[in-house]
């Protein structure tokens, strides 16, 4: 990328806003149609979309100091590290609701709505997730990156949702769901995990370090 520095971080910024209007779009559908079905997995997807939201206003945050070589370090480690922790909030909470689920064998209701949902949000979530990547790796910033991985997860999530519905709406396999749900528990968890420790959550070929220079 041969931009400026700043307008690397306006770029960021709009691709955050624009995650935040579909993860609040998201969130609310998402959580709405979870209740009238039952769907444990659905509901989980919803909070998932409410803490991406978090996500998206702490890397706001962060983008806010970029200016300040001074304060850019630490609002960086910091910001990075409250990433992770929205994260292990996620998986304690699915891994609380689908095991509830399973133990009482409680059967959700099929839901064309949640089936829509999850198949946008397979489509949306990598576009959106690659571009912040983009724009992250430029920056040289770990948690940008980490929030750019965020989103990419939920598009793998929304894929593990989808199928979970489409089980058991087409087979009635009322444990599609919930199973569904707990299979999202180690991907989010790992990425969790990172962020406390301030591991890059980029991928493998992310240094993290900045391409470009002011």
């Known amino acids: ?16 806003l624009a995650t935040l209007a579909y993860n609040a779009l998201e969130g609310v559908v998402a959580i709405s149609s979870g209740l009238v079905a039952g769907s444990v997995a659905l509901i989980g997807f919803g909070i998932d979309s409410g803490i991406e939201l978090s996500a ?3 890397a706001l945050w962060r983008l806010r100091h970029d200016a300040d070589p001074s304060r850019r370090e630490r609002v960086e480690r910091l910001a990075h ?11 304690l909470y699915v891994t609380v609701e689908a095991t509830r689920a399973l133990w009482n064998r409680e059967a959700p209701d099929a839901s064309p709505i949640g089936i829509a949902l999850a198949a946008a949000s397979v489509l949306v979530m990598p576009w959106l ?8 790796q430029a920056l040289g910033s ?11 997860l939920c598009m793998w999530l929304s894929a593990i949702l989808l199928a979970g519905l489409l089980l058991n709406a087409m087979l009635g396999w009322w444990w599609a769901d919930p199973v569904a749900a707990l299979a999202m528990v180690p991907i ?14 980029c ?6 370090a900045p391409v470009v220079v002011e």
Request: proline share 1%.
């Open 188 to 201: 989010i968890a790992k990425e969790g995990v990172e962020g406390i420790r301030g591991a890059p959550s």
């Open 203 to 208: 991928g493998d070929d992310c240094h993290c």
């Open 1 to 16: 990328m041969n931009e400026s520095r700043a307008a690397l971080v306006t770029r960021s910024r709009r691709l955050n």
């Open 142 to 152: 770990r948690a940008l990156t980490a929030e750019a991985t965020q989103t990419s």
């Open 81 to 91: 590290r409250l990433i992770g922790a929205l994260f292990l909030a996620l998986a």
């Open 129 to 136: 997730a690659r571009a912040k990547r983009r724009v992250g």
């Open 56 to 58: 998206s206003f702490v």
